[in-house]
């Protein structure tokens, strides 16, 4: 068993804080789970074009508002606390935040924890992270 808060990953290489998002990443592979957990909170007015081609992601909205598009159906989900959303492989997506918009996300596999998002909208495969 292992215990220990958020503010210890704050300002460590698993707390990415950028003009779009801050996300802690609670849980990573390096922790030995099949999965990884982040606490990240999408900032109000911004708009994230998301397709992840190697992980699958779940997502529980647990403050604000916003929306999600999902590009394959054309359809619109309304985000408030208590919605969940799962995305498979290669679901492409549009994130908005009408307020700060924040989400638990469970992704696996899982990542390393410092990966920001590329020009495609997703995250790397993990065996082609460098140290």
Avoid at 111 to 126: C, L, M, S, W
Wanted: hydrophobic share 30%; aromatic share 12%; glycine share 10%.
């Amino acid at each position: 068993m292992r215990v220990w808060s958020k503010d210890k990953i704050r300002k460590s290489f698993q707390h990415v804080d950028n003009h779009h998002f801050d996300s802690y990443r609670l849980l990573v592979s390096d922790d030995g789970a099949i999965y990884s957990v982040h606490d990240t909170i999408i900032r109000s007015g911004e708009t994230l074009n998301i397709c992840y081609k190697y992980q699958e992601e779940f997502v529980y909205i647990i403050s604000g508002t916003g929306y999600v598009d999902d590009f394959f159906s054309g359809v619109r989900h309304v985000l408030y606390p208590g919605v969940c959303y799962y995305l498979s492989i290669g679901d492409g997506h549009e994130l908005h935040a009408i307020t700060d918009l924040r989400g638990i996300c469970i992704f696996t596999p899982p990542t390393r924890g410092d990966e920001v998002h590329d020009e495609a909208g997703g995250y790397p495969p993990i065996d082609d992270l460098v140290e």
